[in-house]
């Protein structure tokens, strides 16, 4: 069992930037593929940014070029580098395994607002 618990979150200007992360309790190395998802207000959680364990990186079309997703396996913590934020970025985000996540571990998640 792992226990993913996000961070970062928070109130921000369009334009601005956040640093969202998700600490592990315990090695993620094995989770070939780590992922950050949002689901905001009545719309389903959808899978925005995730890395292998070799760092190879996949961005939603809605994110790229803006989001930048990053791990580092020895601190069992995954990042997601967020600027040029949208009012449309809102949400609230998740990390958990990608392809596909595991449903027990998905965690409270950390709520991002941007305000126009």
């Known amino acids: 069992q792992v226990q993913l618990v996000e961070s970062g979150g928070g109130l921000v200007q369009a334009g601005g930037s956040l640093r969202l992360s998700c600490a592990a309790s315990r090695s993620i190395f094995s989770f070939n593929f780590m992922g950050w998802y949002r689901q905001a207000p009545g719309k389903q959680r959808e899978l925005v940014a995730s890395i292998s364990s070799s760092g190879s990186t996949n961005y939603a079309d809605s994110v790229k070029g803006r989001f930048t997703i990053s791990r580092d396996n020895e601190k069992n913590t995954v990042y997601l580098q967020m600027n040029s934020l949208k009012p449309e970025d809102t949400a609230v985000y998740y990390c958990?395994?990608?392809?596909?996540?595991?449903?027990?571990?998905w965690g409270q998640g950390t709520q991002v607002t941007v305000s126009s």
């Open positions: 958990n395994r990608a392809y596909p996540p595991i449903p027990q571990y």
